[in-house]
């Protein structure tokens, strides 16, 4: 097995750490691929550059199968269902990691029907919320669910980085401060 863990990571928090520690001990796979996003991904107008947001997560990296792939490092949006079929040239039984929140809108994205198709899914819940699975039904998805409840919001984190710095590992937070990262959006 080997999990798919996308996202923007701006910045990684403790959150994503604890997630990634969890799919480790709970599935025992062979790699964790982490894929931040690259720069094309412009909506999100506070997405700091690609070459920032990979080295903070190499900071949060505790063993050497889980890696971090540079596959959507381009100027062009691919798409997940292209990302994991390219992946699968390499890697066999691929699990993508989504979170119940993108679970109800996952019919917006590129080629959602292959990728629910040809591909199996872990879905992040949080302990109170009952996601819509009709989707992964539908499609016959594989999908193994799995609960986390974290408070931690990179989104509060970039809005008031000293506030909210026992959020994140101590060496991304020494990152930060060197490289003035966030700082225009925590004055």
Request: hydrophobic share 35%; no cysteine; charged share 25%.
């Amino acid at each position: 097995m080997t999990i798919v863990y996308g996202g923007s990571f701006n910045p990684p928090t403790k959150a994503h750490e604890e997630i990634i520690q969890l799919l480790d001990h709970q599935f025992h796979p062979e790699n964790i691929l982490l894929i931040p996003v690259g720069d094309y991904y412009s909506w999100k107008n506070t997405l700091i550059p690609y070459v920032y947001r990979k080295e903070m997560l190499k900071r949060i990296i505790y063993s050497s199968h889980v890696k971090i792939m540079d596959i959507e490092n381009t100027n062009d949006f691919k798409g997940t269902y292209q990302t994991l079929r390219d992946l699968s040239h390499t890697y066999n039984d691929l699990y993508f990691v989504i979170g119940t929140d993108h679970v109800e809108t996952m019919h917006l994205w590129k080629d959602y029907e292959k990728l629910l198709k040809e591909f199996s899914f872990i879905v992040i819940k949080r302990k109170d919320f009952h996601p819509n699975l009709e989707i992964f039904m539908k499609y016959q998805t594989k999908v193994q669910l799995i609960d986390f409840d974290s408070s931690i919001s990179s989104s509060k984190i970039r809005a008031n980085i000293h506030l909210h710095q026992n959020d994140l590992n101590a060496s991304v937070y020494k990152y930060i401060l060197e490289n003035k990262l966030y700082q225009e959006v925590s004055k």
